[in-house]
């Protein structure tokens, strides 16, 4: 645009000689070579920092586990259990970054089995340990197994399930040693998806540079849509997924036993991280900044939503069945789901709107 | 495939002692102008659905009023009966007669089910075939009901895979082809996908009299989230069959084929552009076997592709916004969007300001 308004203020002879410049070198190639400026930042600002951090979590909790074999004590298992939550922490603010390399190999569920309604991978890890199948603590057969039972929630069970204790007595027992391959699995995952956001050919930069040849984004808006969906879809997975499974319409229909994490009494930090997280993704992408005159409230919606629901979630303790007994925490809930929703029409709706983006109601989620 | 519906005289002199008299002049006007009658859901720009029965210049005949989201609608056409299934995971159909003799009636999902959007009836019409979702075995079933007997519910067979959607009945009349698309959800997670590392779809062929399972036809494991959802008939004792990828965004998976049993599935190769148009997401598709012809459907791409039915190689492709209600109508294919537009194969037909249509178009007369 600016090129335009100062063309028309030179002379015709130079802005012919500008043209002829244009039409040969300039714009075709530089335009390729612009990145979408807000999924850029998106993915400099958030996306590849919370890879990193998940990779070095995992590390770290990978030669914590392998401490505890070798020496095991009371303090080496609470190392490795703060370790635990601090990984699934990590895991947050990856886990909304649900785009490209963790859909691929099925590294999502691998990292992350949940939802497990059925209770499948507690039944095969629970087998495992029974078993003492031998396959298991190896990390190259583990990855060919089940996957949900190759990352942090099997990962959880084996830390603080029936029998957990004995991890803090028994030398290079079956159990810890089960703990490291799955921890190994988790790291090696972790590295991977760091490497696949960090190719340079690779999703990363198919989803920063949109063009006709480009099988994933043919133009800006569908590589723009692709980032506010992460937030529309995000908040609905958020508030019907992660609270919905455990925080019921009434209380007569809540179930603690569903909560996500519930067994390392990480659920909360994991919901208070994960809305965070939204929030940190939602500035460093500078989304607000496309909007086009008239629809700034749209990000005053966003973030007196953020301000209101984060302050909500962070003044509640306690592990998931003591949010939900407490009816003074229990209705401060509700009002962070409440406060979800309509982020979710902020996103969804309001800002898929302002952006004219493609949102129509028979092109959402598949039937 | 003409036979397959309501010869259109028969529906105006039907309509006439019932819509016609009660229908709006302009309405009834519409009707004895039109060709052939379709039929959609719809979600109107106050945010109430129904379904609609509509004429090929788009106006509206007859709407029948929804509590949620409408999403199929099936219809026998010698005794008008016709029902329309809630989007899944829905607990209500409605049922209606085509030509308005009687009031609506309603069907509710029965215990630990749902409905998943489509059925089918019995050539007879005394049987309705609805896709359900056992929910707590994580299984999938063909809900039977009697239709004569006010759509009691008198059994279930196994529909042979997880994640039901779309099903026909053949030309042979006794083996219902059932797209099990190969997702498990559960109401209590609303519509997330629970199963996508180890999702297996498949297109079955089962016999509705006793529940058999005449073959089961899968995907090869490379292509194992590739979700078979849509089906329309050849004609000919097979079907062609479409699909949404549920993995990375990347990838270009093919996205329909054709179908027939004794022989493995055999999926189009379609050009890259053309695959790239469609988004990983067929929405509808439907056969004019007239023609020898199948045409897709994509709302996330604006594509509306026209295939041929033997080869599929693709005849012709338009870009239209918000595309995915298709239907052949005679010559050839009538589409309608999400934003309440129609369109022939000749021109964009301006529709309703009202009403925004719902995934699937159906022509039920003419």
């Known amino acids: 645009m600016s090129l335009l308004v100062s063309i028309r203020s030179l002379a015709p002879t130079i802005a012919a000689g500008i043209l002829l410049w244009c039409v040969c070198a300039g714009p075709v190639s530089a335009a390729e070579n612009t990145p979408v400026s807000a999924v850029h930042k998106a993915i400099t600002g958030f996306v590849l920092p919370a890879h990193e951090t998940l990779s070095q979590q995992a590390s770290a909790l990978k030669e914590q586990i392998g401490r505890l074999c070798m020496t095991p004590s009371s303090d080496a298992l609470d190392d490795v259990r703060a370790t635990f939550g601090d990984t699934v922490v990590a895991m947050a603010a990856v886990n909304i970054v649900r785009i490209g390399p963790v859909l691929e190999n099925n590294r999502l569920e691998k990292l992350f089995f949940w939802p497990d309604r059925r209770g499948i991978g507690l039944r095969q890890i629970q087998a495992i340990i029974a078993k003492q199948d031998p396959t298991a603590t190896d990390p190259a057969r583990l990855a060919g197994k089940s996957v949900a039972v190759q990352g942090l929630t099997a990962l959880e069970f084996v830390l603080y399930g029936d029998g957990a204790e004995t991890l803090a007595q028994i030398p290079d027992g079956y159990r810890c040693r089960l703990a490291l391959a799955i921890s190994t699995n988790i790291d090696g995952i972790a590295g991977d998806l760091l490497t696949a956001w960090k190719a340079s050919e690779g999703f990363a930069y198919a989803w920063q540079h949109p063009g006709p040849d480009n099988a994933a984004f043919r133009d800006e808006k569908e590589a723009l849509s692709a980032l506010v969906s992460l937030f529309s879809n995000g908040m609905e997975y958020y508030d019907t997924i992660e609270l919905g499974s455990f925080l019921g319409v009434t209380p007569e229909r809540d179930r603690p036993r569903r909560a996500l994490f519930r067994r390392s009494g990480n659920t909360l930090r994991f919901l208070q991280a994960g809305l965070k997280n939204f929030r940190q993704f939602y500035e460093k992408s500078e989304l607000a900044s496309q909007l086009p005159d008239g629809s700034a409230w749209i990000d005053d919606a966003i973030v007196f939503g953020f301000r209101h629901g984060i302050a909500g979630i962070e003044s509640l303790s306690g592990t998931a069945a003591e949010l939900i007994e407490d009816p003074q925490q229990r209705s401060r809930l509700v009002f962070v789901r409440t406060v979800v929703r309509g982020l979710g029409e902020n996103f969804g709706i309001d800002m898929t709107a302002a952006l004219d983006l493609t949102a129509n109601f028979s092109s959402l989620d598949g039937d | ?366």
Request: proline share 4%.
């Open chain 2, 1 to 366: 495939m003409a036979a397959r519906h309501l010869d259109r005289r028969a529906f105006l002199s039907a309509s006439g002692t019932a819509f016609a008299a009660a229908l709006l002049p302009a309405r009834a006007e519409a009707l004895v102008r039109t060709d052939a009658v379709f039929a959609s859901a719809y979600v109107d720009r106050s945010g109430g659905y129904g379904a609609a029965l509509l004429t090929e210049s788009g106006d509206i005949v007859a709407e029948i009023p929804l509590p949620s989201r409408g999403h199929d609608i099936t219809c026998h056409s010698p005794s008008r009966r016709a029902v329309v299934f809630a989007r899944r995971p829905g607990t209500i159909a409605v049922t209606f007669d085509a030509d308005g003799k009687s009031a609506p009636g309603t069907i509710v999902a029965t215990a630990g089910r749902h409905f998943y959007g489509h059925g089918v009836f019995s050539r007879d019409g005394s049987r309705l075939y609805a896709s359900e979702n056992d929910f707590e075995n994580a299984a999938g079933v063909v809900g039977i009901y009697d239709a004569d007997d006010g759509y009691r519910r008198i059994g279930e067979i196994s529909s042979g895979g997880i994640g039901p959607h779309d099903m026909l009945l053949l030309g042979d009349g006794r083996t219902l082809v059932i797209a099990n698309g190969g997702l498990e959800t559960h109401p209590d997670f609303g519509r997330t996908k629970l199963n996508l590392a180890t999702m297996q779809p498949s297109l079955c062929f089962i016999d509705r009299r006793d529940g058999t399972l005449i073959e089961r036809l899968s995907l090869p494991a490379t292509l194992h989230r590739l979700s078979i959802r849509h089906l329309a008939g050849d004609g000919a004792g097979g079907v062609y069959f479409a699909c949404q990828y549920e993995g990375a965004g990347h990838r270009r998976p093919p996205l329909c084929g054709h179908a027939k049993p004794g022989r493995e599935l055999r999926l189009f190769d379609l050009p890259e552009d053309h695959l790239m148009g469609l988004k990983n997401y067929i929405g509808s598709i439907a056969a004019n076997n007239d023609a020898g012809t199948v045409a897709v459907t994509s709302p996330r791409g604006n594509s509306l592709l026209v295939l041929d039915g033997a080869t599929g190689n693709v005849l012709s492709h338009r870009r239209i916004a918000n595309v995915c209600g298709i239907s052949d109508n005679g010559s050839g294919y009538l589409a309608s969007t999400g934003n309440g537009l129609l369109a022939n194969g000749r021109q964009r037909i301006p529709g309703s300001d009202t009403h925004l249509w719902d995934n699937h178009l159906v022509r039920i007369a003419g």
